[in-house]
T-cell receptor
Framework: DAKTTQPTSMDCAEGRAANLPCNHSTISGNEYVYWYRQIHSQGPQYIIHGLKNNETNEMASLIITEDRKSSTLILPHATLRDTAVYYCIVRVASSGGSNYKLTFGKGTLLTVNP | GAVVSQHPSRVICKSGTSVKIECRSLDFQATTMFWYRQFPKQSLMLMATSNEGSKATYEQGVEKDKFLINHASLTLSTLTVTSAHPEDSSFYIC?????????FGPGTRLTVL
């Protein structure tokens, strides 16, 4: 799977949008971009994923550049509970099976400040 | 969303003992389960992948005889840390998945004295 690069840490003011960047310059055409987050001492939580188009759900928006070499996760109104390590992961699209691996990098520690 | 549970959430044991950690998918059948471990201030490292009814596939550097994985049903996988030593102290996390997606458990904190 393609390697990802994320900033080590970021700060964000409560109520403001948090924009977390991720570089995946070696991504292949059949690789998805996934975002997970891990609050301290908990298991990872799925946030969102996409292939080419921008995606939005109740948690966040995912903006993928046209060349797909980078993406940005947007938390529109960050709260204190959004403080966590955010992981950007790329993985090969499977044919519908469940055997694909998720390889976690170091992620970005987002700290939301009051 | 789907729920994955782990038991126990925290365990402290003496060096040399074996510890079993359970991972259950509570409201879906998981064709594949994954076991990760996470040392302090580090990322999750995949240990092994297991499919129901078959032997687990271990990642390079993970001793299969030390970390025994059983995936006897579509809702339960167990990880047994045999003859645990202080260096095995870590946060162990499972992930349960089917073709529709996957979810992570809350993790088990193992401390070996």
């Amino acid at each position: 799977d393609a390697k990802t690069t994320q900033p080590t840490s970021m700060d964000c003011a409560e109520g403001r949008a948090a924009n977390l960047p991720c570089n995946h310059s070696t991504i292949s055409g059949n690789e998805y971009v996934y975002w997970y987050r891990q609050i301290h001492s908990q298991g990872p939580q799925y946030i969102i994923h996409g292939l080419k188009n921008n995606e939005t759900n109740e948690m966040a928006s995912l903006i993928i550049t046209e060349d797909r070499k980078s993406s940005t996760l947007i938390l529109p109104h960050a709260t204190l509970r959004d403080t966590a390590v955010y992981y950007c992961i790329v993985r090969v699209a499977s044919s519908g099976g469940s055997n694909y691996k998720l390889t976690f990098g170091k992620g970005t520690l987002l700290t939301v400040n009051p | 969303g789907a729920v994955v549970s782990q038991h126990p959430s925290r365990v402290i044991c003496k060096s040399g003992t074996s510890v079993k950690i359970e991972c259950r998918s509570l409201d879906f059948q998981a064709t594949t389960m994954f076991w990760y471990r996470q040392f302090p201030k580090q990322s999750l490292m995949l240990m092994a992948t297991s499919n129901e009814g078959s032997k687990a596939t271990y990642e390079q550097g993970v001793e299969k005889d030390k970390f025994l994985i059983n995936h006897a049903s579509l809702t339960l996988s167990t990880l047994t840390v045999t003859s645990a030593h202080p260096e095995d102290s870590s946060f162990y996390i499972c992930s349960a998945r089917n073709v529709r997606g996957g979810f992570f458990g809350p993790g088990t904190r193992l401390t070996v004295l």
